[in-house]
T-cell receptor, first 114, second 117 residues
Framework: AQSVTQLGSHVSVSEGALVLLRCNYS??????LFWYVQYPNQGLQLLLK??????LVKGINGFEAEFKKSETSFHLTKPSAHMSDAAEYFC????????????FGAGTRLFVKA | GAVVSQHPSRVICKSGTSVKIECRSL??????MFWYRQFPKKSLMLMAT?????????EQGVEKDKFLINHASLTLSTLTVTSAHPEDSSFYIC?????????????FGDGTRLSIL
């Protein structure tokens, strides 16, 4: 069965600094990978997704992630953090062995300091 | 982009009441919708997968008679929490996947905050 591990339940960065949120997945077949963001008392918004093709995926709000099969990773980055980036971020995976149900990681809370 | 509307956004009711939550895909058709439950500062727990025109598929440990799901059309799924009790208080989120295929991401509603007194 597929699974997702997000390293670090909390990450704190200064405004303007690099954002790096880590995600490792487990899947026996080629996975589909997603990053979602959740603001307080709201649903999830898709940041970006990887299905096939180019392994470096660009998303909204300046975020990008790179699929590294050898490392089973899909880390999320942003070159320069903004105060509005403070939120909860979820990495997710789905594949055909799981009936394409989406499995979410535990989430990482991003704090941005002024 | 694809929009999923979830209603109501907040419900406060007495113990023993049944509560219905609606999930609508506004500008696309969704043969599959998902219902999640999220506890404070926790990840999303998939409760069930709602399939248009057929019975929902519940995850292990989720009470089918407690959480009734109906997916009557390609744009509407409902979750009814029957005889709700304080332990049912939670944030419930629905999502829908476009009919375009299994590699499509899920689009999420804004969630329903359910508080049972």
């Amino acid at each position: 069965a597929q699974s997702v591990t997000q390293l670090g339940s909390h990450v704190s960065v200064s405004e303007g600094a690099l954002v790096l949120l880590r995600c490792n997945y487990s899947s026996s077949v080629p996975p589909y990978l997603f990053w979602y963001v959740q603001y307080p008392n709201q649903g999830l918004q898709l940041l970006l997704k990887y299905t096939t093709g180019a392994t470096l995926v660009k998303g909204i709000n300046g975020f990008e992630a790179e699929f590294k099969k050898s490392e089973t990773s899909f880390h999320l980055t942003k070159p320069s953090a903004h105060m509005s980036d403070a939120a909860e971020y979820f990495c997710a995976v789905s594949d055909r062995t799981g009936g394409f149900k989406t499995i979410f990681g535990a989430g990482t809370r991003l704090f941005v300091k002024a | 982009g694809a929009v999923v509307s979830q209603h109501p956004s907040r419900v406060i009711c007495k113990s023993g009441t049944s509560v219905k939550i609606e999930c609508r895909s506004l500008d696309f058709q969704a043969t599959t919708m998902f219902w999640y439950r999220q506890f404070p500062k926790k990840s999303l727990m998939l409760m069930a997968t709602s399939n248009e025109g057929s019975k929902a598929t519940y995850e292990q440990g989720v009470e089918k008679d407690k959480f009734l799901i109906n997916h009557a059309s390609l744009t509407l799924s409902t979750l009814t929490v029957t005889s709700a009790h304080p332990e049912d208080s939670s944030f419930y989120i629905c999502s829908a996947r476009d009919v375009g295929g299994s590699n499509q991401p899920q689009h999420f509603g804004d969630g329903t905050r359910l508080s049972i007194l």
